[in-house]
């Protein structure tokens, strides 16, 4: 048994599971953030209302997300070891101030968050949501920044078989990074969106009676929707520009033929979703548009799709690289029998095939059940319920 094409399927596989979990992360923090805010400056019940449930949804999501992301960190360190000796010098920077962002400070100020609902003073807990926001998009940035550099490792010299780092500023200008970054934001934002509108839609599927909430949850995630899809079509495109001067071949190569195609299938197909979600705006069609209901309920696994889709076409393309014109992948899987990377694959397969159904589960659980009552008083966290 060869190893190198089990290592990398395991590989492709607990990456893009977590991937998924953190598209929605982004996304949903973000409307959390913007939900609290609104509240925070108009002082409407409802508002607030909207701010713990979708935030309970968020936060069922970041924890079961946190344990796929130390799985993957464990695999540079087991199945990848001649990635670390020979750009660990570079590759491990951006990775272990991620850490420090998203494990330390991140969760800090999460943890805040949820246990400060009716204990602090409103603006310190706006400001904590905001900082939870801030802290997770810097996460990306570092993960995006190290893997831009997998994909052009600009900035760095090789010196005695191993790559050092010349140029700390370059990874934050490298081509790869300035047109990927914000494509991986503005699907965040649409993943985030969909998932709202999908959500209020199935419940006025249901004739929910929280009309009210549910409105104001659709109107929000529609705009997020239609912003978010403008701009990953925007930018998926802006990529290949950039590609041209860093891989020129890799639009070309027959292993992204059916993943790119894919993708910008799906990038137009959420983009006229999002046209057709504007309809929901106005008042009377919010509650009356069944079939735009069914619609966006059955719109929600799109933006995972086409995420998946998109990573692909980024990784594939690298191949047979892994660090670009430095590092094959073939040199760079840790000396370990092929039997035994077949046993960590299952085995984190199977995990995370727990973890996403237990995310699944527990979010449609939360989702089905809806808003927490009027009347339960205000101090009541974030967490309850769960």
């Known amino acids: 048994m060869d190893a190198l094409p089990v290592a990398r399927l395991q590989f492709a596989t607990t990456t893009s599971l977590h991937f998924l979990f953190v598209l929605l992360t982004l996304g949903l923090v973000t409307l959390v953030a913007v939900m609290q805010t609104r509240w925070a400056l108009g002082g409407k019940p409802e508002l607030l209302r909207m701010t713990r449930f979708w935030g309970r949804l968020y936060v069922i999501n970041y924890a079961l997300g946190i344990v796929t992301g130390i799985v993957m960190e464990f695999q540079f360190g087991l199945t990848w070891t001649g990635l670390s000796t020979f750009a660990g010098d570079v590759f491990g920077a951006p990775l272990a101030i991620e850490t420090l962002v998203a494990f330390f400070l991140e969760s800090t100020f999460l943890g805040l968050w949820i246990f400060g609902f009716g204990r602090m003073p409103e603006w310190l807990h706006l400001t904590l949501i905001w900082l939870v926001t801030l802290t997770a998009y810097a996460s990306a940035l570092f993960i995006m920044l190290a893997n831009s550099f997998l994909q052009n490792p600009v900035g760095s010299r090789i010196e005695n078989g191993t790559l050092h780092l010349d140029d700390f500023g370059a990874l934050f200008s490298n081509p790869a990074l300035v047109a990927s970054l914000p494509h991986v934001v503005s699907a965040a934002i649409l993943t985030g969106g969909f998932f709202v509108v999908g959500v209020s839609a199935y419940h006025f599927l249901k004739r929910t009676p929280e009309v009210e909430f549910f409105r104001r949850s659709m109107r929000l995630g529609v705009v997020a929707a239609l912003i978010g899809s403008i701009f990953v079509v925007n930018q998926g495109f802006a990529q290949f520009g950039k590609l041209k001067a860093y891989q020129p071949d890799k639009l070309q190569e027959t292993a992204v033929g059916a993943p790119l195609g894919a993708m910008i299938t799906l990038g137009f197909v959420m983009f006229l979703c999002a046209i057709l979600g504007t309809l929901l705006l106005f008042r009377n069609w919010v509650t009356k548009a069944r079939f735009l209901h069914y619609l966006m309920v059955a719109a929600i696994p799109l933006p995972f799709a086409a ?55 527990l979010m449609a659980r939360v989702a089905k059940r809806g808003p927490e009552p009027v009347e339960e008083p205000a101090e009541r966290p974030v967490l309850s319920g769960v």
């Open 307 to 361: 995420a998946i889709m998109g990573w692909l076409v980024r990784e594939l393309g690298r191949q047979p690289w892994l660090v670009w014109g430095k590092l094959r992948t073939a040199d760079a899987i840790a000396d370990v029998p092929a039997g035994q990377i077949l046993f960590s694959f299952i085995a984190f397969s199977l995990l995370f095939a727990a973890l996403a159904v237990a995310d699944w589960v």
